[in-house]
């Protein structure tokens, strides 16, 4: 594999992995919203258990089990915010809208308020902020992400200094007239440096080679020069 084909494979990777993140984040913060301004509105409506006259009981008990209800839905749309990032609200909520319904049958709307005046409260205190928590969960996937395609890089770029390093050697060999070094290739070299290493060693072959013709004629017009002067 070429030097820049790895770096694009593993930049194009660092990428699509990130649209994936961002994309699955954006469509989970907008559910994750909206079940925080359910449990907003609940515990507004709890505020309003203490303001005597402004609503009647069973106006609020129906208000809770509405607005109980319709943070469930909103919590089915996505089972991976349900599942990691609300765990639990889910069988809260069905806890609580069964009591609520036999409260009301049992021991009528007074009953009902108290409790779930209670529950609600719990699960407000226990699971609001999930919008908050999902986006710190999202920074760090980032993060690691970063982490990862840095430690990749330096790694790729650790390879490519290392096989230029046997390069370098064989260069500094023709500055020693160390004509004829060749340098070895490695089946796991990049194509660009393995292309330069072959281009190398049949310079340093040929270099080899004109060194050993130039030695041989100036042998040869030594030896002749020996023969006249005898």
Known sequence: MSYRSLLFLVTGGFAILTIVV???YAGLLSVAFEADMEMNLLSELSNSVFKPGELSVETIVTRYESSLKRL????KRSAILKNLFARGLDENIDETLAQLKAAVVNDGYDRALEYVFVQVQGITNTHFGIQWRLTLAFLSVIVVLLIAYTASIYHVSGRFKKQLSKLLLG??????HEYGYLVSVDKNDFIEIRTLIESFNLLSTA???AD??????LKQMVEGEEKRDR
């Open 212 to 217: 050993s013709i130039l030695f041989g004629v």
């Open 22 to 24: 961002v994309s699955l």
């Open 171 to 176: 260069i500094k060999a023709l500055e020693n």
């Open 207 to 209: 270099i080899k080679n």
């Open 72 to 75: 469930q839905r909103t919590l």
